[in-house]
T-cell receptor, first 110, second 115 residues
Framework: KQEVTQIPAALSVPEGENLVLNCSFT??????LQWFRQDPGKGLTSLLL?????REQTSGRLNASLDKSSGRSTLYIAASQPGDSATYLC?????????FGDGTTLTVKP | NAGVMQNPRHLVRRRGQEARLRCSPM?????VYWYRQLPEEGLKFMVY????????ESGMPKERFSAEFPKEGPSILRIQQVVRGDSAAYFC?????????????FGSGTQLSVL
């Protein structure tokens, strides 16, 4: 059974800092790994998707890496802004079923 | 291109009533997924459907819950005889195809409150 763990559960940083969110999974047989952002009371917004054959993906200030063999992914956020405050979720997909971590709640203080 | 549409946004039911949650996938998407987010918990997979087919319902409770995705119209998640423990946010996602490029697009969710 796939299990996804995200560390830390919560993170508070001052504006402008670079930060790393971690995601680990127990079964390396995955199609892809996706990072999402969830704002309070809202749905999920896809940030980055990494195919199982890829090592990393970049979008703007975000960079996600994937090490499938060790079951790890990181989401790097550069020059954080207060608007980045949200819960960040990672999910691994296999055969139509995605397993989510419990998320990291990020607070960026002005 | 409208995103994944879920309605209602909020649904209040008394114990024992039925709840019907609707999801219209993005245009061109033929795969629909339902997830449940209980208070203070992460998202849990419930069911994966294609048009007129249930592909994987391993996350669905065995009783009172059912899902369908008919040839025409939205996908429906139906909960019969709701109990307080069913109170949660129910999210629908869609994707254009299955396989390595399975990017999920989520709706805004339906918040179900059972009194």
């Amino acid at each position: 059974k796939q299990e996804v763990t995200q560390i830390p559960a919560a993170l508070s940083v001052p504006e402008g800092e670079n930060l790393v969110l971690n995601c680990s999974f127990t079964d390396s047989a995955i199609y892809n790994l996706q990072w999402f952002r969830q704002d309070p009371g809202k749905g999920l917004t896809s940030l980055l998707l990494i195919q199982s054959s890829q090592r990393e993906q970049t979008s703007g200030r975000l960079n996600a890496s994937l090490d499938k063999s060790s079951g790890r992914s990181t989401l790097y956020i550069a020059a954080s802004q207060p608007g980045d405050s949200a819960t960040y979720l990672c999910a691994v997909a296999l055969a139509g079923k995605s397993t989510f971590g419990d998320g990291t709640t990020l607070t960026v203080k002005p | 291109n409208a995103g994944v549409m879920q309605n209602p946004r909020h649904l209040v039911r008394r114990r024992g009533q039925e709840a019907r949650l609707r999801c219209s996938p993005m245009k061109g998407h033929s795969h629909v997924y339902w997830y449940r987010q209980l208070p203070e918990e992460g998202l849990k997979f419930m069911v994966y459907l294609q048009k007129e087919n249930i592909i994987d319902e391993s996350g669905m409770p065995k009783e009172r819950f059912s899902a369908e995705f008919p040839k025409e119209g939205p996908s429906i998640l139906r909960i019969q005889q709701v109990v307080r423990g069913d109170s949660a946010a129910y999210f629908c996602a869609s994707s254009p195809l299955q396989g390595g490029d399975e990017k999920l697009f989520f709706g805004s969710g339906t918040q179900l409150s059972v009194l």
